[in-house]
Structure formats: C-alpha cells, structure tokens
Nanobody, 124 residues
Framework: QVQLVESGGGSVQAGGSLRLSCTSSVDTSPFNRMAWFRQVPGKEREGVAVVNIFGAEYYADSVKGRFTLSRGNVKNTLYLQMNSLKPEDTAVYYC??????????????????WGQGTQVTVSS
C-alpha cells in the first residue's frame, strides 16, 4: 500500500520560507514522476512543480525562481523549498506520484497516489 505523507506546512509572513516534505511509504523508484499540487477552496487543483524519472524538473510560472524541488538522502522523500512566499501562495499543498509519464504533468487526473495535504498560509 503506497502512502504519501506531507509535512512542513504552516503560517508565515510574506517574504518568508517554508520547506514541505513528502515521504513515501515505499521506494519511489517505480514512480515516473512526483509532483506538488496546491488547491484553494472553490478552485481547481493547480500543478506547482514536478520531477520525472530522468531528473527533469518543471515549475509553474507563478513559482519559478522561488520554489525548488529536491530529494532527500533516502529515495523516498521529496522536498519543496518555498522562498519569497506571497499571500497568493496560500493553499493546501499536496504531493502526488504517477506510475507513468503519459499526459501533461499539470493534470491531477494523471496521478495514481496522493497525500492528505498540508496547509500553507502566507499573511501580508
């Protein structure tokens, strides 16, 4: 049973930083891509960043230059470093894993596994 668990969310002021962690209950090697999404009430889930099996990373335009993906020393952890946070970054952030590379990475319907989400709140 694959479980993804996010942590690291919280409340910060604009300009601050947070680091989110996504820990998988299994080795992430079978996942062709792992991504972070975010969602605010009443809006669709939005792709934030993704890393694929080849190590290629892609970021949403809204977070480029501010957010960075990294892997932990142990293969089953994915981090999202978020710097220069803005109030519009406020959302529930979700980790997701996809067993394939089919389709666009920003489509949440492509992903097989999801974490429960962690709240990020940025105040002005």
């Amino acid at each position: 049973q694959v479980q993804l668990v996010e942590s690291g969310g919280g409340s910060v002021q604009a300009g601050g930083s947070l680091r989110l962690s996504c820990t998988s209950s299994v080795d992430t090697s079978p996942f062709n891509r792992m991504a972070w999404f975010r969602q605010v009430p009443g809006k669709e889930r939005e792709g934030v960043a993704v890393v694929n099996i080849f190590g290629a990373e892609y970021y949403a335009d809204s977070v480029k230059g501010r957010f960075t993906l990294s892997r932990g020393n142990v293969k089953n952890t994915l981090y999202l470093q978020m710097n220069s946070l803005k109030p519009e970054d406020t959302a529930v952030y979700y980790c997701a894993a996809d067993l394939s590379l089919a389709g666009g990475w920003v489509d949440p319907g492509r992903y097989n596994y999801w974490g429960q989400g962690t709240q990020v709140t940025v105040s002005s």
